[in-house]
């Protein structure tokens, strides 16, 4: 029975998990942000080879993410709207990136929604919030802030070409997450915001 579920699990997680060709941190958060292209040009999240065509042009610099001024404009076009839940309530300003995990409190770095998602969220960073299962399913806003911060961070670290899962988990602190979640030794979403944890330099 236990080995049975395993392998429901395994199955169901390999759904989740990028193609082959995406290798490298770099790689990870272009293919994430190409499927926020293709949903905004109504292809949605599934069209693989329209994702993997915006991925690559990402990836050559044929194409370029949008700009912190488009995506203040998005923001401000719904300025009581949760970003997260889409409820319409008195909104707090959400860090991305927790504080407590060396996220900046930059523009860059937060997102107003509501005072249930800022609680619900906490210290979680984005996809661990919500988990591989629902990787695709936060705001475009949201997430493409996130990736693009990320973008910078790693720049900085010079972990953007790494493409071995195997440094990157001696760098990370979701070990038990992806074990809970059978994705270890799998690059996954957690890659690339797991080495930012708490009590960094």
């Not at 912190?68 to 309530?89: D, K």
């Not at 930059?106 to 509501?114: A, F, S």
């Not at 602190?173 to 915001?193: I, P």
Request: overall charge positive.
């Amino acid at each position: 029975m236990e080995s049975k579920k395993q392998e429901l699990l395994t199955g169901l997680n390999l759904r989740y998990m990028p193609p082959p060709a995406i290798k490298s941190v770099r790689d990870l958060i272009f293919y994430q942000y190409a499927k926020i292209i293709a949903e905004s040009s109504g292809f949605g999240k599934k069209n693989f080879g329209f994702i993997m065509s915006k991925c690559n042009q990402l990836k050559s610099g044929d194409i370029h993410w949008s700009t912190s001024v488009r995506e203040w404009l998005l923001e401000h076009e719904n300025p009581n709207i949760c970003i997260y839940c889409g409820a319409e309530a008195v909104l707090t300003t959400e860090h991305i990136l927790p504080r407590s995990r060396g996220g900046e409190d930059t523009p860059d770095n937060v997102v107003r929604v509501c005072k249930s998602c800022n609680s619900s969220k906490g210290s979680k960073r984005l996809y661990e919030w919500k988990g591989l299962n629902s990787k695709d399913q936060h705001h475009r806003i949201a997430e493409g802030k996130y990736l693009k911060y990320l973008y910078v961070l790693h720049e900085k670290r010079g972990t953007l070409q790494v493409d071995s899962v195997t440094e990157l988990c001696g760098h990370c602190d979701m070990s038990a997450r992806c074990n809970e979640e059978n994705s270890v030794g799998k690059l996954s979403v957690y890659c690339v915001e797991g080495c930012f944890h708490k009590n960094q330099n």
